[in-house]
């Protein structure tokens, strides 16, 4: 009869007993342990590549004895810090799939599904963009929604021009993907009135405030990355912020990935505006789509 296939938490169980520290709770053995596993891994390769043509066959068969050192101070580590290595393969698969992998279609339900259509998000306009020059001089940006003015012209409000003024692009891209813009549902006078709790938490000053910091701070951090000019990924460290600031929000359940779309959606669309000082965007949140539009079929 052939053997059960090992589990992590019976290698974690079976490892403890070559573990002569025992109930020792100093984690430091078992991480100085993997910091000398990982590093003899890293020599075994090293004499894969030699230049000098010599030829090394057996580093794959090093690979698995090196890799289960490394699994035996991770075991002990985990005991040593009351972690159980199923659960941490379980959390860390959770995350992998969250960042990297598309979104599970049963988790793009409209947040505002459920209500009256004059409180939900349109699902399907234009939006367009044009430049004015105000009486002293400044450049400012004017949306339009479906022919309707949103908001006020409004300037890049800093000392250094940075083009900022076209920044609705970010919140009409936050729309489409994500479902969500507390800004945008200000503007268009779509907020959730028939639930006083939604309209306060959801709709309300500090998620507006939160959406505008998001924008504003993902504008500073992507100068460095030529506003992700070209970029295929956000830096993590932008998307963990994000995630950080809107967990308690109703758009906390989107993804690392869902966040990472939107982004550079969001910038793409920005950079064709400032490159082309305006334009029209066309917008369909039901199949999350938000592109330039032809302007003589925007209807604007």
Aim: charged share 30%.
């Amino acid at each position: 009869m052939a053997n059960s296939p090992l589990t992590l938490d019976d290698y974690q169980r079976e490892s403890a007993a070559t573990d002569v520290e025992g109930a020792n709770d100093d984690p430091l053995t078992p991480l100085l342990g993997m910091a000398g596993e990982v590093g003899a891994l890293i020599a075994e390769y090293k004499k894969k590549r030699r230049p000098d043509g010599v030829t090394y066959t057996g580093f794959e068969e090093v690979v698995k004895t090196e890799l289960g050192d490394i699994l035996w101070y991770l075991a002990a580590l985990a005991r040593r810090v009351n972690a159980n290595l199923n659960d941490v393969a379980t959390l860390n698969l959770e995350k992998t799939r969250a960042r990297w992998l598309p979104p599970d279609p049963a988790r793009q339900i409209p947040l505002d599904e459920g209500f009256p259509e004059s409180q939900q998000l349109p699902r399907k306009f234009t939006a367009h963009f044009s430049v004015l020059t105000d009486e002293g001089g400044a450049s400012k940006v004017r949306m339009q929604i479906d022919g309707k003015d949103i908001g006020a012209a409004i300037d890049d409000n800093a000392r250094t021009a940075d083009d900022y003024r076209f920044h609705d692009a970010f919140h009409l891209a936050y729309l489409a993907i994500l479902g969500w813009s507390p800004i945008l549902r200000a503007l268009l006078k779509r907020k959730r009135k028939d639930d006083p709790d939604t309209d306060r938490a959801e709709d309300g000053a500090r998620a507006c405030a939160t959406e505008e910091a998001i924008a504003a701070m993902i504008f500073e951090l992507s100068k460095p990355y030529d506003y992700f000019a070209g970029a295929e990924r956000v830096d993590d460290m932008i998307l963990g912020a994000v995630r950080a600031i809107t967990s308690r929000l109703e758009v906390g359940h989107r993804t690392a990935a869902e966040w990472e779309t939107a982004i550079l959606a969001g910038f793409a669309i920005w950079r064709a505006l400032r490159d082309s000082e305006g334009g029209v965007v066309s917008i369909d949140m039901d199949a999350g789509v938000i592109e330039m539009a032809d302007q003589g079929q925007s209807g604007i």
